[in-house]
């Protein structure tokens, strides 16, 4: 099974479907995303947009799932940004936060409203 994921006007995944690999052979057999593409077109709109997206994570960074960006810039799939203040690291496209997380046997969650009260701190404690 091919997998494709369609994205709304500003590239957010609405959702996967998935298409039988016999739906987007060429005359040769072998899978082209555009024949995909346009199958997921046929069934679902021509003013619909669609990407192909590996279930084994093969391509694309990851499997798309819904809420994440397709980012056409680095033509990967990246989950929405947790917060304001995190910066997408554009080499392994995870987010990461202004200040790292402790390195500790304790267990941290962001705290957004700290960080922004006080740029020095931002990390809390889950007891």
């Not at 669609?50 to 680095?74: C, H, K, P």
């Amino acid at each position: 099974m091919a997998h494709f994921a369609e994205l709304n006007q500003n590239n957010q995944v609405l959702r996967v479907i998935f298409v039988r690999n016999e739906d987007i052979l060429n005359e040769n057999g072998i899978e082209e995303e555009k024949i995909g593409i346009e199958f997921c077109k046929l069934i679902y709109g021509e003013n619909t947009k669609w990407v192909q997206t590996s279930y084994n994570n093969n391509f694309r960074n990851r499997y798309a799932g819904q809420t994440d960006i397709y980012r056409d810039d680095l033509d990967v799939f990246i989950s929405p940004q947790p917060f304001p203040s995190w910066t997408l690291n554009e080499n392994s496209f995870r987010w990461e936060a202004p200040i790292p997380e402790p390195n500790d046997e304790k267990f941290y969650v962001w705290d957004e409203e700290l960080y922004q009260t006080d740029n020095m701190q931002g990390w809390v404690v889950v007891v």
